[in-house]
């Protein structure tokens, strides 16, 4: 049994109260960027805050991701969505393409897919050899590590949908206009690849989650469940690391 079948899907929050307390979080996360920033509470700036989103064709970490920022001033936060790398890019060492986007001293940045990629789409879809996504479970490790010591508040979030919540979720992608572009051939074809997926995903929660950088599964079946683990999740990292709230 692996991590992911541990997760209890059925979690939700009623409309009314899941919308007052991701206001109460928002606003919490608003007074801790300020202070990291050096804006509030003196003059010295925080440590670095990097977000990584990891999950499911669908599982919503988009509409996570803009309740994350909604109350931030756009030039506290730096938001990234990464694909597969260009041909430039394939012409240095995989990481090479992260460095630019890592928050400073003060900064914070957000990232829609990562460099878990290595293990996950490059693994399932055969984009990288086996000797290179096995080398990447120790690479990721020591990157992961070095950027925990040097001061950054890493927050790592797997959102989870189940097979079926997916599908009705491609299915009312399908039917929108305006939602229709988010859904693509390789989507659908994901789908039918979920089995070796979950496979890789299970090995990189286990094989990537340290101590220093752990892994926080999110049921993301419920929409406003899963927004509101993540802003409070993040909360609670940043006072975690800088001793308290603000």
Request: hydrophobic fraction near 40%; include cysteine.
């Amino acid at each position: 049994m692996g991590q992911l079948d541990e997760l209890d899907m059925s979690l939700s929050l009623p409309k009314k109260k899941a919308k007052k307390r991701l206001r109460k979080e928002q606003d919490r996360l608003l007074a801790l960027r300020l202070r990291l920033a050096g804006l509030t509470g003196g003059e010295d700036i925080g440590p670095p805050v990097c977000v990584v989103f990891e999950g499911w064709d669908a599982s919503g970490k988009g509409g996570a991701i803009k309740r994350l920022v909604m109350r931030l001033d756009p030039r506290h936060v730096r938001v990234r969505a990464f694909s597969a790398p260009t041909r430039d890019e394939q012409r240095h060492h995989w990481l090479w393409r992260f460095w630019p986007v890592l928050p400073g001293w003060g900064g914070m940045a957000v990232l829609d897919r990562s460099w878990y990629g290595r293990v996950l789409v490059e693994r399932v879809e055969g984009f990288a050899e086996p000797d290179a996504w096995e080398r990447a479970y120790a690479e990721i490790r020591e990157f992961e590590a070095m950027l925990v010591a040097e001061g950054t508040i890493l927050v790592k979030f797997w959102v989870h949908i189940s097979d079926e919540e997916q599908l009705r979720r491609f299915e009312r992608r399908k039917d929108d206009p305006l939602k229709a572009w988010k859904l693509t051939d390789e989507d659908w074809r994901n789908r039918e690849q979920r089995k070796a997926y979950t496979e890789a995903v299970e090995d990189m929660l286990e094989r990537t989650g340290t101590p220093q950088a752990p892994w926080h599964l999110i049921e993301g079946d419920s929409k406003r469940y899963a927004r509101l683990r993540v802003v409070e999740t993040v909360n609670q990292a940043i006072e975690a690391a800088i001793g308290g709230g603000s």
